[in-house]
């Protein structure tokens, strides 16, 4: 399975973002101190670094970025909207915002080991694309794990759900109630700027 394993903080700090947005909070790097110092960026570069900032945040490599791109061109409405909403769909991204994993990362490798269901069956595909009205929780086998008895408790940590999604506080599952929209995405991104780099 392609995997985007690149260093975290030396990434981030390349391409301008906070580590927090993966949710590393105390992630950062003394290389490259003078790295903020670099001459006026040309169009390109510009361009490709928004699609380099989405493809890291989401964990994927060039080719399943590329079919999300041709695949929100081809729905209604506008293409950058579309690629952002059908990347936040992916499983592993809803398991990290439901506050099931810490990280992007942690979540697409415990979705890969089998510790979730949609709907009552067992989804292994971080990939996997979530619809409006479906339930996402911990598999009941699953929940003994020290991994997933730190989330329920007087000591759980807060998690702040997106507004297209909505989180059982006394279970492990949480239900998709709408598609995400632009105004969900909280994280600094010119989308447009990806679909006139494909255009070219």
């Not at 001459?39 to 490709?48: C, D, P, V």
């Not at 964990?59 to 041709?70: A, C, D, P, V, W």
């Not at 794990?145 to 599952?173: C, H, Y």
């Not at 949480?174 to 995405?185: H, L, N």
Request: proline content about 4%; some cysteine; glycine content about 6%.
């Amino acid at each position: 399975m392609a995997r985007n394993t690149s260093p975290v903080a030396k990434r981030c700090k390349a391409l301008g973002l906070s580590p927090a947005t993966l949710g590393y909070a105390k992630k950062e790097t003394n290389r490259n101190p003078k790295g903020t110092m670099r001459r006026k960026q040309s169009e390109y570069a510009t361009q490709l670094n928004e699609k380099q900032k989405v493809k890291f945040i989401y964990g994927m490599l060039e080719k399943q970025f590329r079919s999300y791109y041709e695949k929100a061109a081809k729905m209604p409405g506008k293409t950058g909207e579309n690629l952002l909403a059908l990347c936040e769909r992916r499983l592993d991204n809803v398991v990290f915002h439901l506050g099931f994993a810490t990280t992007r990362r942690q979540a697409r490798q415990l979705v890969t080991h089998g510790h979730f269901t949609v709907d009552g069956k067992k989804v292994d595909i971080p990939s996997y694309q979530v619809k409006p009205g479906q339930v996402i929780a911990v598999k009941e086998k699953s929940r003994s794990s020290s991994i997933f008895q730190r989330l329920t408790g007087e000591d759980a940590a807060f998690v702040t759900v997106p507004a297209w999604m909505e989180k059982d506080e006394n279970e492990l599952k949480g239900k998709i109630v709408r598609m995400p929209t632009r105004e969900d995405i909280d994280y600094p991104v010119e989308e447009h700027l990806i679909v006139e780099l494909y255009s070219k």
